[in-house]
Protein backbone atom coordinates (compact mmCIF):
# COMPACT_ATOMS: atom_id res chain seq x y z
CA UNK A 1 0.00 0.00 0.00
CA UNK A 2 2.64 2.14 0.95
CA UNK A 3 4.70 2.03 -2.41
CA UNK A 4 1.26 2.70 -4.20
CA UNK A 5 0.85 5.78 -2.14
CA UNK A 6 4.60 7.18 -3.30
CA UNK A 7 3.59 5.91 -7.11
CA UNK A 8 0.25 8.05 -6.77
CA UNK A 9 2.41 10.98 -5.36
CA UNK A 10 5.34 10.62 -7.88
CA UNK A 11 3.22 11.00 -10.59
CA UNK A 12 0.75 13.61 -9.34
CA UNK A 13 4.42 15.67 -8.38
CA UNK A 14 5.78 14.73 -12.53
CA UNK A 15 2.31 15.93 -13.89
CA UNK A 16 2.68 19.38 -11.36
CA UNK A 17 6.12 19.61 -13.16
CA UNK A 18 5.02 18.96 -16.50
CA UNK A 19 1.94 22.15 -15.83
CA UNK A 20 4.85 24.30 -14.52
CA UNK A 21 7.66 23.63 -16.98
CA UNK A 22 7.87 26.07 -20.19
CA UNK A 23 9.65 25.56 -23.26
CA UNK A 24 12.72 27.83 -24.63
CA UNK A 25 12.92 28.38 -28.28
CA UNK A 26 16.05 30.77 -29.25
CA UNK A 27 15.15 32.76 -32.71
CA UNK A 28 18.52 31.40 -33.74
CA UNK A 29 16.99 27.55 -34.26
CA UNK A 30 14.98 29.35 -36.95
CA UNK A 31 18.24 30.84 -39.14
CA UNK A 32 17.87 34.42 -37.11
CA UNK A 33 20.78 36.20 -36.23
CA UNK A 34 21.31 39.64 -34.80
CA UNK A 35 23.39 42.33 -36.92
CA UNK A 36 23.87 40.41 -40.19
CA UNK A 37 22.01 43.24 -41.74
CA UNK A 38 19.53 40.16 -43.21
CA UNK A 39 15.87 40.30 -42.97
CA UNK A 40 14.61 38.59 -39.57
CA UNK A 41 10.93 38.33 -40.27
CA UNK A 42 10.13 34.98 -41.96
CA UNK A 43 12.11 33.56 -39.07
CA UNK A 44 10.91 35.13 -36.32
CA UNK A 45 7.19 34.40 -37.59
CA UNK A 46 7.67 30.73 -38.02
CA UNK A 47 9.37 30.50 -34.32
CA UNK A 48 6.31 32.03 -32.99
CA UNK A 49 3.82 30.06 -35.11
CA UNK A 50 5.46 26.67 -34.26
CA UNK A 51 4.84 27.35 -30.60
CA UNK A 52 1.76 28.46 -30.85
CA UNK A 53 0.95 24.75 -33.02
CA UNK A 54 2.69 23.22 -30.39
CA UNK A 55 0.55 24.06 -27.35
CA UNK A 56 3.17 24.59 -25.18
CA UNK A 57 4.36 27.53 -22.58
CA UNK A 58 6.89 28.69 -24.60
CA UNK A 59 9.27 31.60 -24.13
CA UNK A 60 10.59 33.25 -27.35
CA UNK A 61 14.30 34.38 -26.89
CA UNK A 62 16.06 36.94 -28.72
CA UNK A 63 20.09 37.39 -28.20
CA UNK A 64 22.12 40.27 -27.64
CA UNK A 65 22.33 43.26 -30.57
CA UNK A 66 19.66 44.02 -33.80
CA UNK A 67 17.24 42.47 -35.24
CA UNK A 68 15.78 43.42 -38.89
CA UNK A 69 12.12 43.43 -39.96
CA UNK A 70 10.31 44.46 -42.83
CA UNK A 71 6.73 43.66 -42.12
CA UNK A 72 4.41 42.81 -38.63
CA UNK A 73 5.03 39.78 -36.45
CA UNK A 74 1.64 38.40 -35.91
CA UNK A 75 0.82 36.36 -32.52
CA UNK A 76 -3.03 34.89 -33.53
CA UNK A 77 -4.73 32.46 -31.03
CA UNK A 78 -1.75 31.59 -28.61
CA UNK A 79 -1.57 30.60 -25.31
CA UNK A 80 1.22 31.54 -22.07
CA UNK A 81 3.53 32.77 -24.62
CA UNK A 82 6.50 35.07 -23.58
CA UNK A 83 8.99 37.01 -26.12
CA UNK A 84 11.38 37.96 -24.45
CA UNK A 85 15.00 40.21 -24.96
CA UNK A 86 18.61 40.40 -23.40
CA UNK A 87 17.38 43.95 -21.89
CA UNK A 88 16.45 47.24 -23.47
CA UNK A 89 19.95 48.11 -24.30
CA UNK A 90 21.11 44.83 -25.25
CA UNK A 91 17.68 43.58 -27.86
CA UNK A 92 16.62 46.00 -30.62
CA UNK A 93 14.01 45.44 -32.76
CA UNK A 94 14.44 47.53 -35.96
CA UNK A 95 11.38 48.42 -38.22
CA UNK A 96 12.82 49.11 -41.88
CA UNK A 97 9.15 50.30 -43.40
CA UNK A 98 5.86 51.56 -42.06
CA UNK A 99 4.81 49.03 -40.08
CA UNK A 100 4.09 47.60 -36.96
CA UNK A 101 6.35 45.35 -34.81
CA UNK A 102 3.94 42.95 -32.87
CA UNK A 103 0.38 42.34 -33.50
CA UNK A 104 -1.36 40.23 -30.87
CA UNK A 105 -4.74 38.73 -31.84
CA UNK A 106 -7.61 36.33 -29.48
CA UNK A 107 -5.08 35.19 -27.20
CA UNK A 108 -4.69 34.49 -23.34
CA UNK A 109 -1.13 35.31 -21.17
CA UNK A 110 0.98 36.70 -23.75
CA UNK A 111 4.67 38.47 -22.23
CA UNK A 112 6.39 40.97 -23.77
CA UNK A 113 9.89 41.96 -22.42
CA UNK A 114 13.00 43.19 -22.40
CA UNK A 115 13.85 44.91 -25.81
CA UNK A 116 13.76 48.11 -27.86
CA UNK A 117 11.89 49.08 -30.86
CA UNK A 118 13.00 51.56 -33.14
CA UNK A 119 13.09 52.16 -36.74
CA UNK A 120 15.50 53.19 -40.11
CA UNK A 121 13.13 55.52 -41.33
CA UNK A 122 11.32 57.85 -39.56
CA UNK A 123 7.38 58.75 -39.28
CA UNK A 124 8.44 62.38 -39.38
CA UNK A 125 10.99 64.50 -40.00
CA UNK A 126 11.60 68.39 -38.60
CA UNK A 127 13.21 71.65 -39.32
CA UNK A 128 13.06 75.17 -40.16
CA UNK A 129 11.14 76.66 -42.87
CA UNK A 130 12.49 78.72 -45.39
CA UNK A 131 10.15 79.22 -47.96
CA UNK A 132 6.14 79.46 -48.06
CA UNK A 133 3.95 79.54 -50.91
CA UNK A 134 0.28 78.87 -51.26
CA UNK A 135 0.54 75.26 -52.01
CA UNK A 136 4.02 73.91 -49.88
CA UNK A 137 6.45 74.62 -47.41
CA UNK A 138 10.14 74.21 -48.37
CA UNK A 139 11.78 73.41 -45.17
CA UNK A 140 15.96 72.78 -44.42
CA UNK A 141 16.00 69.98 -42.35
CA UNK A 142 17.80 69.27 -39.28
CA UNK A 143 19.24 66.16 -38.53
CA UNK A 144 19.21 63.34 -37.25
CA UNK A 145 15.89 64.01 -38.97
CA UNK A 146 16.05 63.09 -42.96
CA UNK A 147 14.77 64.56 -46.34
CA UNK A 148 11.92 62.07 -46.70
CA UNK A 149 10.93 62.25 -50.26
CA UNK A 150 7.83 60.39 -52.04
CA UNK A 151 5.12 60.72 -48.46
CA UNK A 152 2.38 61.97 -47.98
CA UNK A 153 2.04 64.54 -45.38
CA UNK A 154 -0.75 64.10 -42.59
CA UNK A 155 0.05 67.28 -40.00
CA UNK A 156 2.59 70.00 -39.48
CA UNK A 157 2.78 71.73 -35.93
CA UNK A 158 5.11 74.57 -35.12
CA UNK A 159 7.91 73.48 -32.66
CA UNK A 160 10.07 75.15 -29.90
CA UNK A 161 13.93 73.45 -30.50
CA UNK A 162 15.08 75.11 -27.04
CA UNK A 163 11.89 73.72 -24.76
CA UNK A 164 11.92 70.43 -26.84
CA UNK A 165 8.05 70.65 -27.13
CA UNK A 166 5.30 71.56 -29.06
CA UNK A 167 5.05 75.38 -29.57
CA UNK A 168 3.51 77.22 -26.58
CA UNK A 169 1.77 80.39 -26.13
CA UNK A 170 1.30 82.51 -28.86
CA UNK A 171 3.49 80.36 -31.01
CA UNK A 172 0.66 77.50 -30.85
CA UNK A 173 -0.43 76.47 -34.50
CA UNK A 174 -0.66 73.58 -36.69
CA UNK A 175 -2.71 72.02 -39.44
CA UNK A 176 -3.84 68.40 -40.27
CA UNK A 177 -4.58 67.69 -44.02
CA UNK A 178 -6.19 64.46 -45.05
CA UNK A 179 -4.11 63.48 -48.33
CA UNK A 180 -6.18 60.80 -50.79
CA UNK A 181 -3.91 58.33 -53.03
CA UNK A 182 -3.76 61.28 -55.86
CA UNK A 183 -2.30 64.25 -53.39
CA UNK A 184 1.19 65.24 -53.46
CA UNK A 185 4.34 64.09 -51.96
CA UNK A 186 7.27 65.37 -50.22
CA UNK A 187 9.95 66.09 -52.85
CA UNK A 188 13.66 67.63 -52.61
CA UNK A 189 14.59 70.59 -53.73
CA UNK A 190 18.28 70.13 -52.61
CA UNK A 191 20.13 67.83 -50.24
CA UNK A 192 19.28 69.18 -46.85
CA UNK A 193 15.70 71.28 -48.17
CA UNK A 194 12.56 68.92 -48.20
CA UNK A 195 9.08 70.28 -50.67
CA UNK A 196 6.45 69.42 -48.32
CA UNK A 197 2.88 70.10 -50.29
CA UNK A 198 0.34 72.20 -48.44
CA UNK A 199 -4.10 71.33 -49.76
CA UNK A 200 -4.38 75.33 -48.60
CA UNK A 201 -2.60 78.42 -47.27
CA UNK A 202 -1.55 78.26 -43.88
CA UNK A 203 0.12 80.55 -41.26
CA UNK A 204 3.29 78.74 -41.00
CA UNK A 205 6.45 81.94 -41.63
CA UNK A 206 9.91 81.46 -42.70
CA UNK A 207 12.13 80.94 -39.59
CA UNK A 208 9.70 78.39 -37.89
CA UNK A 209 10.82 75.47 -36.89
CA UNK A 210 8.27 72.83 -37.68
CA UNK A 211 7.42 69.10 -37.18
CA UNK A 212 6.36 67.30 -39.94
CA UNK A 213 3.79 64.06 -39.34
CA UNK A 214 3.23 61.82 -42.11
CA UNK A 215 0.38 59.44 -42.70
CA UNK A 216 0.05 56.88 -39.81
CA UNK A 217 -0.04 53.46 -40.99
CA UNK A 218 0.66 50.57 -37.99
CA UNK A 219 0.77 50.70 -34.40
CA UNK A 220 4.57 49.83 -32.48
CA UNK A 221 2.32 47.12 -30.47
CA UNK A 222 -0.98 46.12 -31.46
CA UNK A 223 -3.28 43.75 -29.09
CA UNK A 224 -6.81 42.99 -30.31
CA UNK A 225 -9.18 40.33 -27.74
CA UNK A 226 -6.11 39.59 -25.64
CA UNK A 227 -6.33 38.28 -21.58
CA UNK A 228 -3.89 38.86 -19.39
CA UNK A 229 -1.20 40.74 -21.11
CA UNK A 230 1.98 41.78 -19.49
CA UNK A 231 4.69 43.90 -21.21
CA UNK A 232 7.45 44.70 -18.98
CA UNK A 233 11.16 46.32 -19.52
CA UNK A 234 9.97 47.54 -23.49
CA UNK A 235 11.69 50.83 -24.89
CA UNK A 236 10.29 52.67 -27.84
CA UNK A 237 12.29 55.47 -30.01
CA UNK A 238 9.08 55.77 -32.82
CA UNK A 239 6.09 54.91 -34.11
CA UNK A 240 4.06 54.44 -36.89
CA UNK A 241 1.67 55.11 -35.50
CA UNK A 242 0.34 54.68 -31.71
CA UNK A 243 3.06 53.18 -29.39
CA UNK A 244 0.68 50.85 -27.24
CA UNK A 245 -2.98 50.27 -29.01
CA UNK A 246 -5.24 48.03 -26.89
CA UNK A 247 -8.62 46.75 -28.03
CA UNK A 248 -11.10 44.57 -26.40
CA UNK A 249 -8.38 43.70 -24.12
CA UNK A 250 -8.89 42.41 -20.45
CA UNK A 251 -6.33 42.67 -17.47
CA UNK A 252 -3.67 44.57 -18.84
CA UNK A 253 -0.27 45.00 -16.85
CA UNK A 254 2.40 47.68 -18.12
CA UNK A 255 5.39 48.44 -16.40
CA UNK A 256 8.99 49.77 -16.95
CA UNK A 257 7.57 51.04 -20.44
CA UNK A 258 9.15 53.61 -22.12
CA UNK A 259 8.20 55.69 -25.53
CA UNK A 260 10.80 58.68 -25.91
CA UNK A 261 12.52 60.11 -28.54
CA UNK A 262 16.05 59.41 -30.01
CA UNK A 263 19.43 61.13 -30.67
CA UNK A 264 17.95 64.70 -30.74
CA UNK A 265 14.83 63.98 -32.44
CA UNK A 266 12.16 66.06 -32.00
CA UNK A 267 9.08 63.49 -31.96
CA UNK A 268 8.77 60.11 -30.58
CA UNK A 269 5.58 58.04 -31.79
CA UNK A 270 3.17 60.55 -34.11
CA UNK A 271 0.03 59.66 -32.10
CA UNK A 272 -0.91 58.00 -28.58
CA UNK A 273 2.01 56.58 -26.16
CA UNK A 274 -0.75 54.12 -24.90
CA UNK A 275 -4.13 54.10 -25.73
CA UNK A 276 -6.99 51.41 -24.54
CA UNK A 277 -10.68 51.54 -26.32
CA UNK A 278 -13.30 48.47 -24.81
CA UNK A 279 -10.64 47.18 -22.11
CA UNK A 280 -12.02 45.27 -19.32
CA UNK A 281 -11.56 44.10 -16.09
CA UNK A 282 -8.46 46.33 -15.15
CA UNK A 283 -5.51 48.06 -16.20
CA UNK A 284 -2.01 48.46 -14.37
CA UNK A 285 0.16 50.94 -15.65
CA UNK A 286 3.50 51.82 -13.67
CA UNK A 287 7.37 53.10 -13.47
CA UNK A 288 6.62 54.08 -17.04
CA UNK A 289 6.90 57.10 -19.30
CA UNK A 290 5.27 58.79 -22.40
CA UNK A 291 7.35 61.61 -23.73
CA UNK A 292 7.34 63.97 -27.10
CA UNK A 293 4.48 62.13 -28.72
CA UNK A 294 2.08 63.62 -31.42
CA UNK A 295 -0.75 62.91 -29.25
CA UNK A 296 -2.16 61.81 -25.73
CA UNK A 297 0.25 59.76 -22.89
CA UNK A 298 -2.36 57.63 -21.65
CA UNK A 299 -6.04 57.39 -23.15
CA UNK A 300 -8.97 55.32 -22.00
CA UNK A 301 -12.24 54.44 -23.31
CA UNK A 302 -15.27 52.88 -24.42
CA UNK A 303 -17.03 53.39 -27.55
CA UNK A 304 -20.64 55.05 -27.83
CA UNK A 305 -22.42 53.13 -30.42
CA UNK A 306 -26.40 54.22 -32.37
CA UNK A 307 -29.44 52.22 -32.29
CA UNK A 308 -29.97 52.46 -35.95
CA UNK A 309 -33.13 50.02 -36.12
CA UNK A 310 -35.30 48.92 -33.24
CA UNK A 311 -36.66 45.05 -33.67
CA UNK A 312 -38.54 44.37 -30.57
CA UNK A 313 -37.99 45.62 -27.01
CA UNK A 314 -35.11 43.31 -26.37
CA UNK A 315 -33.65 43.20 -29.97
CA UNK A 316 -31.83 46.50 -31.49
CA UNK A 317 -29.56 46.43 -34.23
CA UNK A 318 -26.52 48.78 -33.63
CA UNK A 319 -23.97 50.51 -35.34
CA UNK A 320 -20.33 52.36 -35.21
CA UNK A 321 -20.33 55.75 -36.18
CA UNK A 322 -16.35 56.48 -36.38
CA UNK A 323 -15.76 52.55 -37.89
CA UNK A 324 -12.79 52.44 -35.36
CA UNK A 325 -15.31 50.94 -32.68
CA UNK A 326 -15.23 47.47 -31.50
CA UNK A 327 -18.87 45.99 -32.06
CA UNK A 328 -18.56 42.30 -31.29
CA UNK A 329 -18.71 42.86 -27.54
CA UNK A 330 -19.52 39.42 -26.55
CA UNK A 331 -22.26 37.86 -24.57
CA UNK A 332 -22.68 38.46 -21.58
CA UNK A 333 -21.65 42.28 -21.78
CA UNK A 334 -23.27 45.11 -19.53
CA UNK A 335 -24.69 47.92 -22.02
CA UNK A 336 -25.84 51.05 -20.90
CA UNK A 337 -28.50 53.08 -22.91
CA UNK A 338 -28.44 56.69 -23.22
CA UNK A 339 -31.12 59.45 -25.06
CA UNK A 340 -29.35 61.49 -27.47
CA UNK A 341 -30.13 64.40 -26.07
CA UNK A 342 -28.84 63.24 -22.86
CA UNK A 343 -25.85 60.92 -23.90
CA UNK A 344 -23.82 60.66 -20.90
CA UNK A 345 -26.96 59.86 -18.66
CA UNK A 346 -27.74 56.28 -18.82
CA UNK A 347 -31.77 55.45 -18.55
CA UNK A 348 -31.30 51.85 -18.54
CA UNK A 349 -29.26 48.88 -18.27
CA UNK A 350 -29.13 45.90 -20.14
CA UNK A 351 -27.00 42.09 -20.73
CA UNK A 352 -25.67 41.21 -24.10
CA UNK A 353 -27.83 37.60 -24.42
CA UNK A 354 -27.17 37.55 -28.41
CA UNK A 355 -24.95 38.93 -30.91
CA UNK A 356 -24.99 38.82 -34.42
CA UNK A 357 -23.34 40.32 -37.60
CA UNK A 358 -25.44 42.52 -39.63
CA UNK A 359 -22.65 44.62 -41.97
CA UNK A 360 -19.34 45.78 -42.03
CA UNK A 361 -20.53 48.41 -39.17
CA UNK A 362 -23.55 47.00 -37.60
CA UNK A 363 -24.66 44.15 -35.60
CA UNK A 364 -27.73 42.67 -34.33
CA UNK A 365 -27.93 42.58 -30.54
CA UNK A 366 -30.40 40.74 -28.15
CA UNK A 367 -30.74 41.71 -24.61
CA UNK A 368 -31.93 39.54 -22.03
CA UNK A 369 -34.07 42.20 -20.57
CA UNK A 370 -36.28 44.48 -22.22
CA UNK A 371 -35.24 48.32 -23.12
CA UNK A 372 -37.66 51.19 -23.52
CA UNK A 373 -35.23 52.43 -26.10
CA UNK A 374 -36.01 54.94 -29.38
CA UNK A 375 -33.79 54.92 -32.67
CA UNK A 376 -30.46 57.12 -32.24
CA UNK A 377 -30.17 56.37 -29.03
CA UNK A 378 -26.85 55.78 -27.38
CA UNK A 379 -25.53 52.63 -26.24
CA UNK A 380 -21.92 51.95 -24.26
CA UNK A 381 -20.39 49.43 -22.63
CA UNK A 382 -20.63 49.68 -18.79
CA UNK A 383 -17.81 47.11 -18.40
CA UNK A 384 -15.37 49.73 -17.39
CA UNK A 385 -12.18 48.69 -16.33
CA UNK A 386 -10.60 49.91 -13.19
CA UNK A 387 -7.20 52.00 -14.21
CA UNK A 388 -4.36 52.05 -11.92
CA UNK A 389 -1.44 54.51 -12.81
CA UNK A 390 1.50 54.52 -10.43
CA UNK A 391 4.85 56.51 -11.05
CA UNK A 392 4.05 57.73 -14.96
CA UNK A 393 5.90 60.49 -16.40
CA UNK A 394 4.04 62.28 -19.60
CA UNK A 395 6.23 64.96 -20.87
CA UNK A 396 7.01 67.11 -24.28
CA UNK A 397 3.98 66.17 -25.99
CA UNK A 398 1.46 67.65 -28.07
CA UNK A 399 -1.88 66.64 -26.77
CA UNK A 400 -3.34 65.69 -23.18
CA UNK A 401 -1.04 63.58 -20.29
CA UNK A 402 -4.19 61.17 -19.40
CA UNK A 403 -7.79 61.01 -20.64
CA UNK A 404 -9.85 59.42 -18.50
CA UNK A 405 -13.17 57.55 -19.70
CA UNK A 406 -13.30 54.60 -17.82
CA UNK A 407 -14.43 54.21 -13.82
CA UNK A 408 -12.72 53.43 -10.24
CA UNK A 409 -9.62 55.31 -11.51
CA UNK A 410 -6.17 56.08 -9.19
CA UNK A 411 -3.94 58.48 -10.41
CA UNK A 412 -0.62 58.39 -7.96
CA UNK A 413 2.77 59.61 -7.61
CA UNK A 414 3.32 60.27 -11.25
CA UNK A 415 4.61 63.66 -13.38
CA UNK A 416 3.25 65.37 -15.90
CA UNK A 417 5.86 67.34 -17.36
CA UNK A 418 5.13 70.72 -19.96
CA UNK A 419 1.90 68.52 -22.14
CA UNK A 420 0.27 70.72 -24.62
CA UNK A 421 -2.89 69.97 -23.58
CA UNK A 422 -4.14 69.52 -19.67
CA UNK A 423 -2.19 66.71 -17.69
CA UNK A 424 -5.37 64.98 -16.96
CA UNK A 425 -8.37 65.46 -19.20
CA UNK A 426 -11.59 63.77 -17.68
CA UNK A 427 -14.35 63.30 -20.69
CA UNK A 428 -17.03 61.32 -22.42
CA UNK A 429 -16.82 62.71 -26.20
CA UNK A 430 -19.44 62.97 -28.93
CA UNK A 431 -16.55 64.39 -31.11
CA UNK A 432 -15.18 60.75 -30.85
CA UNK A 433 -18.27 59.38 -29.64
CA UNK A 434 -16.07 57.71 -26.60
CA UNK A 435 -17.04 57.23 -23.38
CA UNK A 436 -18.37 56.63 -20.83
CA UNK A 437 -18.82 59.27 -18.08
CA UNK A 438 -15.89 58.72 -15.82
CA UNK A 439 -16.09 58.47 -12.05
CA UNK A 440 -14.62 57.67 -8.99
CA UNK A 441 -11.46 59.16 -9.69
CA UNK A 442 -8.63 59.87 -7.22
CA UNK A 443 -5.72 61.95 -8.46
CA UNK A 444 -2.96 61.91 -5.53
CA UNK A 445 0.79 62.54 -4.63
CA UNK A 446 1.23 63.89 -8.43
CA UNK A 447 3.70 66.29 -9.66
CA UNK A 448 2.22 69.17 -12.52
CA UNK A 449 5.03 71.23 -14.31
CA UNK A 450 3.99 73.42 -17.01
CA UNK A 451 1.42 72.13 -18.44
CA UNK A 452 -1.96 73.38 -21.06
CA UNK A 453 0.04 75.69 -22.23
CA UNK A 454 -0.31 74.55 -26.23
CA UNK A 455 -1.92 73.21 -28.73
CA UNK A 456 -4.55 71.12 -26.84
CA UNK A 457 -4.84 74.24 -24.63
CA UNK A 458 -8.54 73.74 -22.29
CA UNK A 459 -8.95 75.88 -19.19
CA UNK A 460 -7.55 73.34 -16.66
CA UNK A 461 -4.35 71.63 -15.72
CA UNK A 462 -7.10 69.35 -14.83
CA UNK A 463 -9.92 69.48 -17.22
CA UNK A 464 -13.07 68.12 -16.41
CA UNK A 465 -14.86 68.63 -19.78
CA UNK A 466 -17.77 66.48 -21.68
CA UNK A 467 -18.46 67.43 -25.16
CA UNK A 468 -21.03 68.70 -25.16
CA UNK A 469 -21.57 70.55 -22.14
CA UNK A 470 -24.84 68.87 -20.27
CA UNK A 471 -27.47 70.84 -18.14
CA UNK A 472 -26.46 68.11 -15.81
CA UNK A 473 -23.54 66.78 -13.43
CA UNK A 474 -22.57 63.24 -15.04
CA UNK A 475 -18.55 62.83 -13.75
CA UNK A 476 -19.18 62.20 -10.22
CA UNK A 477 -16.55 61.33 -7.24
CA UNK A 478 -13.35 63.32 -7.98
CA UNK A 479 -10.61 63.82 -5.32
CA UNK A 480 -7.55 65.84 -5.84
CA UNK A 481 -5.20 65.75 -3.30
CA UNK A 482 -1.35 66.15 -2.12
CA UNK A 483 -0.49 67.21 -5.58
CA UNK A 484 2.28 70.00 -6.37
CA UNK A 485 1.02 72.15 -9.32
CA UNK A 486 3.86 74.82 -10.92
CA UNK A 487 1.56 76.77 -13.25
CA UNK A 488 3.38 78.36 -16.46
CA UNK A 489 3.07 81.50 -17.91
CA UNK A 490 0.43 80.32 -20.34
CA UNK A 491 -1.16 77.75 -18.07
CA UNK A 492 -4.79 79.45 -17.58
CA UNK A 493 -6.02 77.62 -14.78
CA UNK A 494 -5.65 74.86 -11.80
CA UNK A 495 -9.13 73.01 -12.96
CA UNK A 496 -11.82 73.53 -14.82
CA UNK A 497 -15.55 71.66 -13.71
CA UNK A 498 -17.78 71.17 -16.04
CA UNK A 499 -20.94 68.84 -14.84
CA UNK A 500 -18.76 67.87 -11.47
CA UNK A 501 -20.19 66.21 -8.76
CA UNK A 502 -18.85 65.82 -5.49
CA UNK A 503 -15.45 66.98 -6.12
CA UNK A 504 -12.72 67.56 -3.18
CA UNK A 505 -9.59 69.26 -3.35
CA UNK A 506 -7.15 69.24 -0.20
CA UNK A 507 -3.66 68.88 1.00
CA UNK A 508 -1.95 70.52 -2.54
CA UNK A 509 0.32 73.29 -3.35
CA UNK A 510 0.04 75.70 -6.04
CA UNK A 511 2.54 78.24 -7.71
CA UNK A 512 0.49 80.67 -9.56
CA UNK A 513 2.32 83.14 -12.25
CA UNK A 514 -0.71 85.12 -14.33
CA UNK A 515 -4.10 83.93 -13.31
CA UNK A 516 -6.45 85.66 -11.27
CA UNK A 517 -8.42 83.04 -10.42
CA UNK A 518 -7.49 79.45 -10.14
CA UNK A 519 -11.15 77.44 -10.59
CA UNK A 520 -13.89 77.76 -13.30
CA UNK A 521 -17.09 76.19 -13.08
CA UNK A 522 -19.80 75.47 -15.27
CA UNK A 523 -22.95 73.40 -14.15
CA UNK A 524 -21.30 71.30 -11.45
CA UNK A 525 -22.37 70.78 -8.12
CA UNK A 526 -20.64 69.85 -4.39
CA UNK A 527 -17.55 71.27 -4.76
CA UNK A 528 -15.34 71.97 -2.09
CA UNK A 529 -11.41 72.39 -0.80
CA UNK A 530 -9.88 72.10 2.54
CA UNK A 531 -5.90 73.00 3.59
CA UNK A 532 -4.41 74.33 0.25
CA UNK A 533 -1.32 75.99 0.00
CA UNK A 534 -0.93 78.62 -2.79
CA UNK A 535 2.31 80.91 -3.82
CA UNK A 536 0.87 83.64 -5.74
CA UNK A 537 4.58 85.30 -6.67
CA UNK A 538 2.94 88.63 -6.53
CA UNK A 539 0.13 88.03 -8.48
CA UNK A 540 -3.07 89.16 -7.50
CA UNK A 541 -5.89 86.61 -7.08
CA UNK A 542 -9.51 88.36 -7.69
CA UNK A 543 -11.32 85.18 -6.28
CA UNK A 544 -10.49 81.47 -6.10
CA UNK A 545 -12.99 80.61 -8.30
CA UNK A 546 -15.22 81.79 -11.29
CA UNK A 547 -18.56 80.58 -13.24
CA UNK A 548 -18.30 80.09 -16.19
CA UNK A 549 -20.36 82.56 -17.93
CA UNK A 550 -20.14 81.13 -21.59
CA UNK A 551 -23.49 79.12 -22.75
CA UNK A 552 -24.45 76.62 -21.80
CA UNK A 553 -23.34 77.15 -18.74
CA UNK A 554 -25.54 78.51 -16.49
CA UNK A 555 -24.94 79.72 -12.53
CA UNK A 556 -28.35 78.22 -11.69
CA UNK A 557 -27.45 74.36 -12.54
CA UNK A 558 -24.37 75.51 -10.26
CA UNK A 559 -24.63 74.80 -6.81
CA UNK A 560 -22.95 73.65 -3.53
CA UNK A 561 -19.64 75.33 -3.80
CA UNK A 562 -17.58 75.24 -0.82
CA UNK A 563 -14.20 76.96 -2.09
CA UNK A 564 -13.55 79.42 0.42
CA UNK A 565 -10.33 81.57 0.63
CA UNK A 566 -9.37 79.64 3.82
CA UNK A 567 -9.30 76.52 1.72
CA UNK A 568 -6.41 77.81 0.09
CA UNK A 569 -4.52 80.00 2.55
CA UNK A 570 -2.43 77.40 4.25
CA UNK A 571 1.65 77.73 4.05
CA UNK A 572 3.06 74.15 3.37
CA UNK A 573 6.09 73.30 0.74
CA UNK A 574 5.65 71.19 -2.17
CA UNK A 575 4.16 67.61 -0.79
CA UNK A 576 5.85 65.82 -3.45
Not at 136 to 146: A, F, T
Request: aromatic share 10%; with cysteine; hydrophobic share 40%.
Amino acid sequence: MLNSYLIIVLIECLLLIGIESREEIFVSSYGVYPDDGIDDTNGIQLAINESIRSGLRTDIIFGYGIYDLSSTITIENANNLTISGQGIDKTWLIGHDAIGIFVILYSEQIELKMFSIDFDVLPFTGGYVVNVEEKYLDVEIVSPHKVDVDRQVFAILRYDPIEMRPAFGSRTYEIYQHPSVNDSKTTNVSESVLRVPLLKPTEFETGDAIVVRYVATHNCLDAQFVVDLRVESVRMYTCWCMGFLNLGVRRVTIKDYHLIPREGRWMSSIVDCIHFSDARDWISISDSQCQSMGDDGVNVHAVYFLILEIVNSTTMIIETVTGSGPLDLGVGTHLEFSRHDQPFTAYANGTIAFIHFHSANTRIVTMTNSIDMNLRDFVCVSDTPSLTITNLTVSHNRARGILLETRNIHVQQSIFNRTSGPAVLIQPSLFWYEGPNARNITLSQNVYLHNNEGIAQEKGVISILPFPIQNQTIINDILIQSSTFILGNSTRQFLQSNNANNLLIRDNYLTLTNTSTIISICNSRNLSATNNSVETNQVQIRSFFEFDQNQPCSFNLTSLIDLPNSAFNSSFPPPV
